[in-house]
């Protein structure tokens, strides 16, 4: 077993939105990504992959699809790999606990 403390990984940059990992198997990472009032996660995919998203502080809005759907502390958003996803905070900071299986290659794993 092991355990982390989220909190740990909660840094916050006002140039750009951080990622940080907190494990990271095989097929599979966990990590958490942080945003100031504003930012924004680009649209992407994760092809093959299933993606769960956890707001573990603040408040913003989850673009699937281009399809807008606001989020809330303590709300759990799960993405298959197949829809075009991104996320902007609020005029908050904002942190997300993002678990991602079946990692599509190394790049989605790295942090920064």
Do not use: C, W
């Not at 995919?45 to 606001?70: C, F, N, Q, R, W």
């Not at 996803?85 to 290659?105: H, N």
């Amino acid at each position: 077993m092991q355990k982390q403390a989220l909190g740990a990984f909660q840094e916050y940059r006002e140039d750009r939105f951080t990622k940080k990992i907190v494990f990271k198997e095989q097929d599979h990472v966990v990590f958490v990504l942080n945003f100031g009032p504003g930012q924004q996660l680009p649209a992407h995919k994760h092809p093959g992959a299933t993606v769960y998203l956890t707001v573990l502080e603040g408040s913003g809005v989850m673009i699937t699809d281009e399809i807008e759907v606001p989020v809330t502390a303590g709300d759990l958003v799960q993405v298959a790999g197949h829809e075009q996803f991104a996320y902007r905070s609020a005029d908050v900071r904002s942190s997300l606990s993002v678990v991602l299986i079946q990692t599509p290659s190394e790049d989605y794993a790295k942090e920064i």
